[in-house]
């Protein structure tokens, strides 16, 4: 398992509809956890699995949940 994190800002505010596809996220094959940030602009920090996902699949599984995500920017360690 390769444990890899990604942040994806998101495109609109958060409120309980976006919150909810959020939770609903959590069940994408490979994700380990997602974190919700509010500040300074509303992100994911989202950790997965890279050998059972590739950073162009987990933004079109996040789009396919409804979430208008930004193309995503790695967090640095």
């Known amino acids: 398992m390769t444990k890899v ?3 994806f800002k998101l495109e609109n ?3 309980e509809a976006a919150l909810e596809r959020i939770a609903d996220a959590h069940s994408i ?3 380990e956890w ?3 940030e509010t500040a300074p ?3 994911l920090l989202i ?3 890279a050998t059972r996902l590739k ?3 987990l933004e079109s ?3 396919k949940r409804g979430l208008a995500v930004v193309a995503p920017i790695k967090d640095p360690k």
Do not use: M, W
């Open 34 to 36: 997602i974190k919700v």
């Open 55 to 57: 950073p162009p699949e």
């Open 47 to 49: 950790e997965y699995d």
């Open 41 to 43: 602009s509303p992100a």
């Open 13 to 15: 505010e958060l409120d």
């Open 5 to 7: 994190q990604l942040r």
């Open 61 to 63: 599984a996040l789009r």
């Open 29 to 31: 094959y490979g994700v």
